[in-house]
């Protein structure tokens, strides 16, 4: 296990790492960044759990970068990179300021090479979400953990919308995209494609849609495989998009709120179909 201190924010190893905030050279490189220790600790976690590191196998963690203060505090992580012969690199706080992606940096980072998964590497699928562009990365990043928390098989994000690697993306994710199958830069038309492939009912969450989301799950559409496509946060699903599926359906409304946004309405179609499986399965046992 290499390790080096890092103190110079001119350093050309720290300015390639941070080259790593902007999406092109994400996509060059095929890494990322996750900060601070709830993503990091998931990251090695999901490199331990597939066997794999940084040293040429598949994808894990490259290496990990902290400040002395944070390597005290979470020792347990510097711990399991060591471990895992991760290179893990003390950093001065100008570094860590430089390489961080918030205002309040937490003090730990790694550098993580891309989890996602091709669409037709995907099994069986029970539940799922596709974003149809959809491009603010703090919702995007909230709905891929609700998907998570639900249960979901697969989250797609379609060619139209934010990349899951985006820094705030990943943190909103709150570890959450080390745990399923993510799927990036698929038409949404192949992704519903795929779903029906897969046996799965599809419908597009949209606020104006004829359908009442509990008048669906009463009506038992939900309680199949079922995948949820879900939109931009301003304008919703375009037309188009919505004839793609069995329909559209709103989240009925009963007070005096003009909508819901986005990760919330994404957080009650995702439970109330993961409740409706549920029921469903029970009451088939």
């Keep these: 296990m290499a390790s080096h201190e890092f103190t110079s924010i001119r350093s050309p190893r720290i300015k390639g790492v941070r080259r790593l905030a902007k999406r ?3 996509q060059r490189e095929r890494r990322f960044l996750a900060e601070g220790p709830q993503a990091v600790r998931e990251a090695l976690a999901a ?3 597939d066997g794999r590191s940084h040293a040429g196998t ?3 963690v490259v290496e990990v970068f ?4 944070a390597m005290q505090r979470h020792i347990d992580l510097v711990d399991a990179a060591r471990a895992a012969d991760v290179p893990t690199h003390q950093v001065s706080l100008d570094v860590m300021s430089e390489l961080a992606q918030t205002v309040t940096p937490q003090g730990i980072l790694a550098v993580c090479e891309f989890v996602d998964v091709p669409l037709d590497r995907v099994g069986d699928v029970r539940l799922a979400v596709v974003l149809s562009h959809v491009r603010d990365p703090g919702n995007a990043g909230t709905v891929l953990r609700t998907a998570d928390a639900a249960g979901a098989d ?5 060619d139209a919308s934010v990349d899951p690697y985006n820094g705030k993306c990943v943190r909103a994710s709150a570890g959450s995209l080390f745990h399923l199958p993510v799927v990036v830069g698929v038409p949404v038309s192949r992704a519903v494609d795929f779903l029906r492939e897969r046996g799965a009912a599809v419908w597009a969450a949209d606020g104006g849609g004829p359908r009442d989301l509990h008048g669906v799950a009463d009506g038992g559409d939900l309680d199949g ?3 949820w496509v879900f939109g931009n946060e301003a304008w919703g699903l375009p037309e188009e998009t919505v004839a793609l599926t069995d329909g559209a359906v709103s989240v009925p409304i009963y007070g005096g709120a003009e909508s819901l946004n986005l ?3 994404a957080a009650v179609c995702l439970y109330t179909t993961a409740r409706q499986q549920r029921r469903s399965r029970s009451a088939g046992d």
């Design 24 to 26: 092109t050279f994400r």
């Design 47 to 49: 490199a331990a759990d």
């Design 58 to 60: 598949g994808a894990g």
């Design 66 to 69: 902290a400040t002395a203060e």
């Design 154 to 158: 697969v989250v797609v994000f379609t």
């Design 225 to 227: 495989p079922v995948g």
């Design 263 to 265: 990760a919330t309405a």
